[in-house]
């Protein structure tokens, strides 16, 4: 059904042993893992070019600001953004969130305006909007989502008055793994003249993503989960906007001049990047999109598809299993609860048998709270996962079900 063996040999910590069996990773919703060449791109920095970008003129400088800025243009082709001044580098996702909420929501939103959030975001899409909104008087409102998991979209035009002034919204599900149609919602978000925050960190490493296609306002997303390094991510933005928010943060290399009496800030995208900047992590991240794009987005959608199809078959199959979120459109994630076993307990079974899984609320506690459940089990695969680990999650679950019966 699926032959990707020879990408798994490229991802180093799939021959791990873990508890005695080779490791069957899970988790990758959380955190994928790193291939080869985007380990290699991190020990070939610091072995021959380590140094500070932008400001020296010396030869290893000169190197690293090319490595450094020439990863912004690969991210700036890899989501298809028009300029490559519309792509911020930030920590990840939530740093990226927090600087619209910061920057765009503390200059444009008064007292009285409407936030929209949906109840299947991160906890990173919403504590931002929660916090703003105490902090301006803002009206922070929930569109639901309906039984199988999807945006109620029927709500969501009912909610969308011209008093709407932001919508946040993710592109996927990390708790349920539903794809939401974020070109509509842009257009409709649009037409009451109020701009879309989408957090695509469950998106981008899957599927190909096209901001300009999409018509949203701004899109943020992580390294980390797309064979990337931790503590790195992006945030795009429409230019038109972007330029008009004061800088998140001051410091180094967001100025132009300084003196005691005036400060001249940088110029886009620099000027929502102050300090030493990641330099080796960008230059991973561009490394990593140079390996995902060598395999094809549309070729690891599809893997993924396949992966997702047969485990909600085999998983389906298990008597006292429920699967949480069973939108027809979904990303490669399977979230269950087992009749009488809290998830944790699950999780620490498979392990056992050296299988990686997440348990808990998955920092989505309104989608737990939706479904009156604590948390769930959480497969989630990505293009280097195969039908025989799968098999083996679904040995282990059986397993788990007759030591607890």
């Known amino acids: 059904m699926i032959d990707n063996l020879a990408i798994r040999k490229e991802f180093p ?41 932008h400001r020296g003129v010396h030869t290893l ?68 909007w929660v916090q703003l909104a105490k902090k301006l008087k803002l009206v922070l409102k929930v569109i639901p989502i309906t039984e199988s998991g999807e945006l109620d979209i ?36 649009h037409s009451v ?9 469950q998106a981008v490493p899957h599927m190909r993503v096209n901001v300009q296609e999409l018509d949203v306002d701004f899109y943020a997303f992580s390294a980390h989960k797309m064979c990337g390094p931790t503590g790195f991510g992006v945030l795009y933005g429409k230019e038109s906007i972007l330029s008009t928010m004061p800088p998140y ?20 995208p620099y000027i929502f990047e102050a300090g030493t900047p990641p330099i080796s992590q ?6 990593a999109i140079t390996y995902l794009t060598g395999i094809g987005m549309e070729t690891i959608a599809d893997i993924e598809h396949q992966l997702l199809v047969y485990a909600t078959d085999r998983l389906s199959q298990i008597e006292g299993l429920r699967i949480v979120g069973t939108a027809p459109n979904k990303a490669a994630v399977v979230s269950f609860v087992l009749d009488g076993i809290h998830p944790h307990d ?22 737990m709270d939706r479904y009156n459940i604590p948390a769930t089990t959480r497969a989630s695969f990505a293009f280097y996962n195969t039908t025989e680990e799968i098999d083996r999650l679904v040995e282990a679950v059986r397993k788990t079900i007759g030591v607890f019966a």
Do not use: W
């Not at 003249?193 to 960190?201: E, K, L, N, Q």
């Not at 943060?249 to 967001?254: A, K, L, S």
């Not at 960008?282 to 490394?287: F, Y």
């Not at 620490?348 to 989608?367: F, K, N, S």
């Open 193 to 201: 003249g109020a701009v879309i925050v989408v957090d695509g960190a």
């Open 13 to 53: 910590i799939l021959n791990r042993i873990v508890n005695g069996h080779v490791l069957a990773y899970l988790d990758n919703a959380a955190s994928s893992q790193m291939p080869q060449p985007v380990i290699d791109s991190y020990n070939n920095y610091y072995r021959t070019m380590h140094s500070n970008v």
């Open 346 to 367: 699950v999780g620490t079974m498979l392990d056992e048998d050296g299988i990686a899984v997440r348990t808990g609320h998955h920092c989505a506690q309104p989608v």
């Open 61 to 128: 400088s000169q190197q690293a600001t090319d490595a450094y800025e020439g990863a912004r243009d690969r991210v700036q082709s890899f989501i298809h953004a028009k300029s490559r001044k519309e792509v911020i580098f930030t920590t990840g996702t939530t740093d990226s969130l927090n600087l619209v909420a910061s920057s765009y929501g503390e200059t444009f939103l008064k007292e009285g305006d409407v936030i929209l959030v949906s109840n299947m975001e991160h906890h990173a899409n919403i504590v931002p």
């Open 282 to 287: 960008a230059i991973q991240m561009g490394a």
């Open 154 to 189: 029927v709500a969501f035009d009912s909610l969308l008055t011209n008093k709407v002034k932001l919508v946040a919204v993710n592109h996927v599900s990390n708790a349920l793994g539903t794809v939401n149609p974020i070109k509509e919602l842009a257009q409709k978000t």
């Open 249 to 268: 943060r001051t410091g180094g290399d967001m100025i132009l001049s300084v003196s005691f009496d005036e400060i001249k800030f940088n110029t886009l």
